[in-house]
């Protein structure tokens, strides 16, 4: 995957994924997981990266419940893999409750 290619290419060693319950969000962690993992990367969250599409939509779960999903993630780095309506209230929790940006954090996306 292209996104493994720049993490190993950045020598990010640790990331954290957030992705939808989708099948292309799915299919985004595996692949990118495979490729990651071949390189000597780590996905440091596996098993709690995914949230229901279905949840956010109907706004039983918002932008800062997504963070949520990431406060035990040892890295700075992640990966979001979501549908753009999560991606911005992801990113306008982020910046409006100053959680996991600023420096030392980097954020690959991914949406279909």
Known sequence: SALAALAE?????????LHDDSL???????SFTSAFESSGGK???????????????????????LLDQLEDCPSQIILLAAYPDAQRAVFAAAYDEGRFW??????LNAYP
């Open 43 to 65: 996905i440091v969250n596996n098993g709690t990266a995914e949230f229901s599409r279905l949840a956010f939509e109907s706004g039983n779960v918002t932008g800062s419940d």
């Open 9 to 17: 290419l950045l020598r990010w060693q640790a990331i954290c994924v």
């Open 24 to 30: 292309w969000g799915g299919g985004v962690m595996q």
């Open 102 to 107: 600023g420096p030392g954090y980097g954020w």
